[in-house]
């Protein structure tokens, strides 16, 4: 059997999910037990000058304080390494390797600083260390990119260098391709090693694949304990080793693996997720960043659908460097969809006509303060709307939906079997199989302040205002207060949008609603922070 070795990044990697804080406790049994289970090699936490010297994390501004997190640790077998992302730790901080606690460093780079990286890793070799590269997001090299780092890296003849899968991009043809590729130009001497994420739930899987290669080439496994990392998390150390175990003769001792999960590892687990999820899916399966789709979630305007249309329209090359301003402009101009609405505010001004109309959105109020609600529908019989949501404590006549995501989380109500409302919605919302009653231009209707810039009122507001609505009363919008299931009735609370900047929020749509007064006469229902 070719020489296949585990190398557990759990303190490194995983410490993107705590900020490195395992205590010092935490660490040393971790190292101890991954030791004693016969992982090869131990990352222990990341070099970094801009952190100051903390002893119960993994990530220390030099050699020298790695120190503390090995004392009294006593290392049978591991190869203990730790990590630098270049241009955070200068090689005035990393002592010659017979005086240091560790015995390797692993470098990882991006493509634009392959060259300065080099020489920094050419240093840190001359100081004794065995050296790993760790290119960011091989995906992004071309072929011939990437064969002419390896050629600079046969000069190097550093330890090993790694398939690194920043994004969690690759299947398993990529991966072989990547791998046929080092294998078939690297120094025999040099170890090929494999870094991935979970987005696609294929950590495992692409290991076993590269275990199973028939090659001789000397493989290094990055995994760590539960997969704990960085997003949609890594390789499961103890997954890997008891794969080996079972199929290759291996002799790795699981039971201390599971009991670092169990002691260590699922505390962490409890504070903060880490794994498969919906966000790095769509990462993953859109070759991009996860921080474009992060933005666009964070907008809750926008269906999955509407996420993946708008990165399918990201160029290649700007698809793994995050670019706030450039998706920002691609997210505004995919709201603005442009249709002629010159009829509809004719159409719906003569259905509308002179009579009361009240509008009703999903704040607490509407259960609270629903008996002054009927009172008010009985004596005045209004033109009921509901906006952004759709309920069945009031007889709607229609329904008003500004954001192309609650617009689909309701879409069973709206068009359910004896459904009567009809449907308005503004331009970004996409008719599906149902049809869109009244579809007015988005970018007309929104406000130029970013957090209340669709705010559903606000806009329908302006749509009445335009057809000479003289008047309209209003429930349920009670404003935002910092505890969301204070804002909406219970029933909405799964549809939660946010209680940040609340009291901005509320001071720009009082404002907002007393300017509108100039024009509509508005009457509360029910309570609300904007009167």
Known sequence: MRDIKILDCTLRDGGFVNDWNFGKGSMKSIIGRLDKAGVDIVEIGFLDSRRTYDPNRSIQPDTESLKTILENTDIKNAIIVAMIDFGTCGIELVEHQTTSCINGIRVIFKKKDCREALKFCSQL???????????????????????????????LEPYGISI???YGL??????????????????????????????????????????EMNSERSLILDASLYGM????????????????NRNFGSRYDVNQLLEAIDVDIMKEY???????????????????????????IDKRTLSVWSINEILG???????????????????????????????????????????????????????????????????????????????????TDYVFFGNAKRYSQFYDEIYKDGASAKVICTSNVSESNKFID?????????????????????????????????????????????????????????????????????????????????????????????V
Not at 126 to 149: I, N
Not at 499 to 519: A, M, T
Request: net charge negative; aromatic share 12%.
């Open 438 to 530: 009244f579809t007015f231009n988005f970018n007309s209707l929104i406000s130029r302040e970013e957090p209340i810039r669709d705010n559903p009122m606000l806009m329908l507001l302006k749509i009445l205002v335009k057809i000479n609505v003289k008047s309209a009363a209003l429930a349920g919008f009670d404003g935002y207060s910092y505890r969301n299931a204070d804002n909406y009735f219970e029933e909405y609370i799964k549809f939660l949008y946010c209680s940040d900047d609340v009291i901005l929020r509320n001071n720009i749509i009082k404002n907002k609603v007393k300017d509108l007064k100039n024009e509509i006469e508005l009457r509360f229902v029910t309570p609300s922070a904007y």
């Open 229 to 244: 990392g960085k997003s949609a998390g890594n390789a499961n150390t103890e997954l890997i080793a008891m794969y080996l």
């Open 270 to 296: 409890a504070k903060k997720f880490w794994g498969y999820s919906l966000m790095h899916y769509i990462a993953a399966s859109n070759d991009c960043h996860p921080d474009f789709v992060k933005t666009l």
């Open 313 to 395: 329209k990201l160029e290649q090359k700007s698809r793994l460097t995050f670019n706030k301003e450039l998706i920002e402009k691609m997210y505004e101009e995919y709201q603005n969809v442009v249709v002629d609405d010159a009829g509809e505010y004719i159409k719906l001004a003569k259905e509308l006509g002179g009579g009361p109309i009240l509008i009703i959105a999903p704040g607490n109020s509407i259960v609270k303060h629903k008996e002054e609600i009927d009172k008010y529908i009985n004596e005045r019989k209004p033109l009921v709307i509901s906006t952004n949501f759709v309920t069945d404590k009031y007889k």
């Open 164 to 166: 690194v899968d920043t």
């Open 125 to 155: 070799k001359e100081k004794g260390y065995k050296l790993f590269l760790q290119p960011v997001s091989v995906t992004g090299y071309s072929d011939d990119e990437m064969t002419d780092l390896l050629d600079e890296v046969n000069k």
């Open 170 to 211: 690759m299947h398993k043809k990529q991966l072989i391709h990547y791998f046929n590729l080092m294998d078939g130009k690297l120094e025999e001497t040099i170890s090929i090693g494999y870094h991935s994420h979970n987005n696609f739930q294929l950590s495992y899987a692409n290991c076993v694949e590269l275990i």
